[in-house]
Structure formats: C-alpha cells, structure tokens
C-alpha cells in the first residue's frame, strides 16, 4: 500500500489581515462566517506530490493555514510516486507548458506507469475519505485519481496550476492523456481563463490566479540588519551585521538560519555590490541559462553582480531534471571569462526546513537591486509576487500569469519576447542605472500584490467555488 503523508499545518489567524486590507478585510470576516455552514461536518483535503520546493507546496502550507484558522477542517496530503512516475508527470508538465521536455512521448506505455502509481494512492487515499469530504487534486500529478475520489461520493476538484497563452500540439497532446482522468470531476480550477482546457465544460471551468502570504517567512517584513544577518549565516554574503539572522516561523515561535547554501562562486557578493538574482527551481523553462547568457554577454555594466539560486537539487522529490539543469549552468558559469565569471554566483538553498529555506529565500529578494523572472513558461510564477510584495523592481518576460501580475512600466518591467536577451539585458541595465523609476515601480508592484495577489482573495475564491458545489452543484459556476 503506497504510504500517503500527511502534511501537518499549524492553524493561522485570517485576522491578522485586517491591518494589511483596511475597509476591504470586511469582505474576510464575512466570509469567515460563511465558512462555518459551507464546511461543517466535512474534510477539505488537498493532494499533491510535494511538501516542499515550488509554487503549489507553497500556496498549499499557507492557504490551509489560514483555512484552518477560520475553522475549516483543511488537510494536505502528499501522494507517493516511483522515478517512472515522476518521469512521466514531469514530461507531461512540460508538454501542458508547450515543451517537449525531455523528448519522450506520452503513450500507453506512460499511462501504464501513471495509473499503477496513483491506484495504490487512491486505494489509501478513499479510506480516509468520507462522502461528505471535498478534495483538491493539484496538478497532473493527480489528476488520476479525481474517479476513485468520485466513487467515494466525495466533491471533487481538479485544480491546474500549469497553462500556456497559446495552446500548441505539445500541449493539446497532454490534454488527451490527461483528459479522460480530469473530466469526472465537478470543477477544473485554472490560474487563467487563457489555461482552460479547450472542449470542457465551460460551467465547470472556474478562474482562480494564485496568491501569497504576506506574513510567512518568505514574505514578512524584515529590517536591513536582518537581512544582512540572514545572508551571511547562510555564507551568501561577508557583510557584517550586528542583528541576529533571525525571523518569525509559521506558529509564531522564532527561528535564525543555521545552514550554509552550497555556492558555485568565485568570491563571495561584495559588501554594497549591487544585485541581479534570478530565484527558481532549477529547470529549464525557467531559463537558468538563458538569465546567465545575458547578464555575462549584454550586461555592460563592469559592478554588478548575478546570483541565480534555487534549491539544493537533493531535495526536491518530484523533479528529477533540477540536477541536470545546474550541471549545465555550473558549466555555462565554469566557461566565463574570469572578470564576469567573479560577479555570477550559484546558490543551492539549503532544503532541510522549509522555513529557513524561506526566509532565506526572503532576504535575498530583499537584498536584490533587480529581481529576474526570465521564464519561457509560468503558469503564475510567484517569485515575481513576492518579490512585487517586497517593493523590489521585477523584469520579467511577458507571459502566462506574470502578464496578470505585472503592469509594464507601472509595477515592473514585462519582456515580450522571453528569447530576446539584449532586452532583458536593456531592462535590468536600466534600472541598475535610475534608481528613482526603480523605486517608484517597486512601489507600485507592492501596492498592486495588496490589492490583487493576497492569500484572503484566494480563499474567499475557494469559499464561493466549494459554496456552488455543497449547497448548489446543479447550477454550475456563477456567470462572470
Ligand atoms: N523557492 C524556494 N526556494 C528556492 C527556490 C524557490 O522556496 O530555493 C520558492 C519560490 O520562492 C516560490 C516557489 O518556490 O515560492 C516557486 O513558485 P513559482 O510559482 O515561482 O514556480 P514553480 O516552481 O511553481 O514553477
């Protein structure tokens, strides 16, 4: 029997929105209330394939946090997959995104795989459940089990956070392979009207833009010195601090930054020298490469400094490229000249407690001039939210969600072709140069992620989707 895990999360107060939202937190408190008829007597589960590293393990700790705070029975469950399995889903994300990944095809052969791996997850997954329950399959990786989660009488939804603008045959091909798994369930939840598959049921679609945590670890405020503390504890920076690397943890107990990143640098970040970073997981459709490329041959700007950092790559169970891609961009890094080579840095953050990854993760948005978000597909990208929510200036190419985050020129810089390296190259020389604009977008980003991209939206999103299904599951979704 495929062992399931349960994710523990620690309930979170949504009253601590109030402060952040003013006159618009009313719409929380209300919808607080609302949550106690909608959720009495019934589970909320959410099923991935990870508890940490990337977007969806992100959103999951922090929704479920709040949700649990206002009362709802909310669980995360983190499904169990073979190297096959992961082989597989990873293929076809790649394909929902319009790449071809690693080049294999998605066959009898991939769905063999696919089904043997989630019945033993379905199996241990329909024994806990209860008819009453309503569960959230996240992503490709489970969409497989939305039948077997239907059988137990369950509601069932299948939330996509992966799309492209532009449908092409990569991605109609993993639609097929996926199609007749997804169909079953009442809902399809997509981070974009543009994501939504063709030929379903329009009534069932519903759009629902990801969000973030203003106060977790990643996001919450913290003062120079702090940031300078975390930098250093986490030997990314020589700076000298007199605060503690010290920041405050989901439950609310203190935590400071032990662990060392593994670097691939020269020299360590000058004290004062000004900063590029580009922060992700290390794949290719996040163009590593492509952010390397740029800074070393159309940067011309002889002080600055690149650090592209991700996760340690031993960390992250359900993508197996991340090794493959920082081997490539450590040989990219290796083959500089030696006067750029000094200023590219690569950081692996260290895995092993997701909060301190966090906050280190944090202090380095904080501390970048200039935050990158060169992506050639996103289904939403929410590094370039968090570093929009840290009044950093972003450039970032013009696609998938980052179009509905950023306002070209008002809250960040939008590239419109993620291919055209003079012009990432133009945009961040810009900003390093006129620090004025750079302040005034970092501001605008910041107000804009307030308004827009906070977790309360999310979840008041949620409640009026799980509101239709519970109390109204014939009349569909609600006409925008
Ligand atoms: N992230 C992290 N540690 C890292 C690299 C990334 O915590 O070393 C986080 C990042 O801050 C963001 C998430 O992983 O919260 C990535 O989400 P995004 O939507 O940008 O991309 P995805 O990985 O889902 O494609």
Redesign the pocket.
């Known amino acids: 029997m495929a062992p399931l895990t349960h994710v523990p999360v620690a309930p979170l107060p949504p009253q601590r929105f109030r402060e952040l939202l003013g006159a618009r937190y009313q719409e929380v408190a209300d919808g607080i209330r609302r949550a106690e008829d909608v959720f009495a007597g019934r589970a909320v589960w959410h099923v991935n394939s990870t508890a940490r590293?990337?977007?969806?393990a992100?959103l999951l700790q922090s929704l479920l946090a709040y949700a649990r705070g206002a009362a709802v029975d909310a669980r995360w469950v983190v499904i169990e997959g073979s190297p096959e399995f992961f082989q597989v889903t990873k293929r076809i994300h790649n394909h929902l995104h319009g790449f071809p990944g690693d080049g294999g095809s998605l066959g009898e052969g991939e769905r063999e795989v696919y089904e043997a791996a989630l019945s033993a997850n379905a199996a241990a997954l329909a024994d806990e459940m209860m008819p009453a329950d309503v569960v959230f399959l996240h992503d490709p990786q489970t969409a497989g089990l939305v039948s077997a989660m239907r059988a137990t009488g369950a509601r069932v939804v299948w939330r996509c956070h992966v799309g492209l603008d532009l449908p092409n045959d990569l991605a109609r091909g993993a639609w097929a392979f996926l199609r007749p798994y997804v169909e079953p369930a009442e809902a399809y939840v997509f981070s974009r009207q543009e994501f939504a598959w063709e030929g379903l049921d329009p009534e069932r679609i519903w759009v629902v833009p990801p969000s973030i945590d203003a106060f977790s670890p990643?996001n919450q405020e913290l003062a120079e010195p702090v940031v300078a503390a975390i930098l250093r504890a986490a030997g990314l920076s020589t700076e000298e601090s007199t605060a503690a690397p010290t920041f405050v943890r989901e439950d609310g107990t203190p935590g400071r930054v032990n662990r060392r990143a593994e670097l691939d640098e020269e020299q360590p970040l000058p004290s004062g020298a000004r900063l590029v970073s580009q922060?992700?997981?290390w794949d290719r459709l996040k163009d590593p490469a492509g952010v390397l490329r740029f800074f070393a041959e159309h940067t011309h700007d002889g002080d600055a400094h690149l650090l592209l950092?991700?996760?340690s790559v031993e960390a992250v169970a359900d993508d197996p490229e991340g090794a493959e891609v920082l081997a490539e961009v450590r040989a990219q890094r290796s083959a500089l000249a030696s006067g750029v080579r000094e200023r590219v840095h690569l950081a692996q953050?260290p895995m092993e407690d997701p909060e301190e990854?966090?906050a280190i993760?944090n202090a380095l948005q904080r501390r970048s001039d200039v935050v990158v978000q060169k992506s050639l597909a996103e289904?939403?990208?929410?590094?370039v939210a968090?570093a929009m929510w840290k009044a950093r200036p972003v450039v970032a190419s013009r696609i998938g969600g980052i179009r509905d985050q950023v306002v070209d020129g008002e809250s960040g810089i939008l590239v419109d072709d993620p291919t055209d390296l003079a012009a990432f190259a133009a945009a961040v020389q810009g900003l390093l140069e006129d620090h004025a604009r750079a302040r005034r977008l970092g501001e605008a980003a910041r107000e804009r992620i307030r308004e827009r991209f906070l977790g309360t939206r999310h979840l008041i999103q949620y409640l009026d989707l799980l509101d239709r299904l519970v109390n109204h599951p014939a009349r569909g979704r609600p006409r925008a």
């Open positions: 590293g990337g977007g969806v992100e990643k922060i992700s997981r950092a991700g996760p953050l990854n966090a993760v289904g939403f990208g929410l590094t968090e």
